[in-house]
């Protein structure tokens, strides 16, 4: 059964950074492609970014591109991503998800992100 645990969500001032992790289990993480979304209050489910098995290939929503990095540790069967710059509107609950963006895959439980000065 897949798992995915996500952390290190919080409550941050614009400007801010935050790096999230997504501790995996259940399948063979190596060999997975990995996505992070987020859903803003009231707002539907968002691709933010996407790694490839090998964290060779990398893919961001453009309103987080040069902001926001995916990585993956795939001895620790674990991906993150790193929040910089944070705005308000980068407020949302975070997701972690099995595949390459397609928001039918198993994803986690989430962690909020909350942007607010």
């Known amino acids: 059964e897949v798992q995915l645990v996500e952390s290190g969500g919080a409550s941050v001032q614009p400007g801010e950074s935050l790096r999230l992790s997504c501790a995996a289990s259940?399948?063979?993480?190596?060999?997975?492609?990995m996505s992070w979304f987020r859903q803003a209050p009231g707002k539907g489910l968002e691709w933010v970014s996407s790694m490839d098995s090998g964290g060779s290939l990398t893919g961001y929503e453009n309103s987080v591109q040069g902001r926001f990095t995916i990585s993956r540790d795939n001895a620790k069967n674990t991906l993150y991503l790193q929040l910089n710059s944070l705005k308000t509107e980068d407020t949302a609950m975070y997701y972690c998800?099995?595949?390459?963006?397609?928001?039918?895959?198993?994803r986690g439980q989430g962690t909020q992100v909350t942007v607010s000065s």
């Open positions: 998800a099995k595949d390459w963006g397609s928001a039918y895959s198993p």
């Open positions: 259940g399948f063979t993480f190596s060999t997975a492609d």
